[in-house]
């Protein structure tokens, strides 16, 4: 198989060959048609996340070894059955559930493999992913079929939409008028903003630095949308939310962010924290006590809701991320633009096998 892969990080990916892996046991190995160019995928390649104080977590250490095909947002066809691989055929269509932990352990079984803390085997970070021709689905129930969506556009439901969708999931349930507060409106705020739309969420306040980004928020159907730069952004979040707020779902959760949402949350407030942008929150104590309030990361999703998600994509009521395509050999010049900030939407590897 060919591989696109992170040889050295922060290095230019290289165009490798490598072993096509032979499926064993219930292993499935499936071509890949499509993957998604994730914002992730730009820590992965650098090798760290910022974990505030000027403190780095490496991905070295973490046990991420390279070289490495990336790439967690796959879909592909069925190649090859392993002698104990049931349910799916040669030649399906499936997308490629990417969070896969040991496979034995109860939360692997009961499909949350995203929360399996015996082992991480995530496709695209600790195993080679959709940078490739080919990648391994270790189980025939992390293949999910798209139906009739648009196989790029599933392709980004296995991070970025179930990123979303998962973490909404935590904010719920809140009466379709209560106001849920969304930080950040790149391409994961926009998904937030037709997840919630698709589940009839009515009051969507949106919180971004960029006036663009919040004009476009507001026309995908945002009911409010706050500037998020500068002192007063909390007062300005009730302002727009007619008070302290339910839930607020940071997407971006840096230290200032993070801040100004958990600052604007009420009596029972959540705050959902996905982003990986990096930095610390200083909680007072007696306040979180008496308030009674939830501060809550949310890692990706699971398979259930992967399959949740794709059902109401189906139902044709969620509003599809904008997407592009790019050859897969071009992978490389597709992660510098994420990089430098030229991305819209998403942009969406097409291999050759498409
Ligand atoms: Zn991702
Ligand atoms: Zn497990």
Redesign the pocket.
Known sequence: MRAWAVVENGKPLKEIELPTPEPKGTEVLVEVTHCGV???DLHIWEGYYDIGGGKRMSLGDRGVTLPLAMG??IVGRVAKLGPDAKGVKVGDLRIVYPWIGCGQCEKCLAEEDNMCAVAARSLGVYQNGGYGTHVIAPHPRHLIDPGTVDPAVAATYA??GITVYSAIKKAMPLPPDAPIVVVGAGGLGMNAIAVLKALKHRNIVVVDVSAEKREAALKAGAAKAVDGSGEGVTKRIVEAAGGPVQAVIDLVNGTATARFAFDALGKGGKLIQVGLFGGELTVPLPIMAIRALTVQGSYVGNPKELRELIQLSQQGSLQALPVATVPQEQANDALMRLRDGKVTGRLVLKSAAA
């Open positions: 994730c914002h992730s967690h947002e991070c970025s």
